[in-house]
């Protein structure tokens, strides 16, 4: 097997471990009552889970791929889409659109942080010019 694709296949572990809590978590049986607060700390957990998981693609798959970014977008994406879904098979609960926004919202945090500070290529380096004193 080639090194680069073992690499990306051991990556893979943690975008897939963070599917499997997301999962987890959408399995578990809605509840009636939520104040404001419970639900504004949902949201924002949405928004982490989804951010965490565009992060931990674009990894994996930054050793196979030269623009690793779309895809991570694109698989965290979909699976928001089919974690809706799956949510509309569990009691007490309901998938929505405006979740996938929401979890979407995670996603572009996400690709701000990688597009500003992922690490340069070699190539894409400047010199450093060094300051040269006044005679």
């Given amino acids: 097997m080639n090194p680069r694709t073992r690499a990306a296949l051991l990556r893979s572990i943690v975008p897939l ?5 997301i999962f ?18 949902r949201k ?5 889970e989804y951010a965490l998981l565009t992060f931990a693609w674009w990894w994996a798959l930054r050793v196979v791929t030269r623009r690793p ?32 926004v929401i979890d979407a919202i995670g996603m ?8 500003r500070w992922r690490p340069r290529r070699p190539s894409e380096t400047r ?8 005679p």
């Fill in 69 to 100: 970014l779309p895809w991570a977008i694109g698989i965290a994406l979909a699976y928001a889409c089919t974690d809706e879904f799956h949510q509309t098979l569990v009691r007490g609960r309901d998938g929505t659109p405006r979740d996938i």
């Fill in 127 to 134: 010199p450093r010019s060094s300051p040269v004193p006044s």
């Fill in 17 to 21: 471990a963070i599917m499997g809590t």
């Fill in 24 to 41: 987890y978590f959408s399995a578990q049986q809605g509840i009636d009552h939520h104040g404001w607060f419970a639900v504004l700390l």
């Fill in 44 to 48: 924002l957990g949405h928004v982490t």
């Fill in 108 to 115: 572009t945090i996400a690709a701000l942080l990688i597009s």
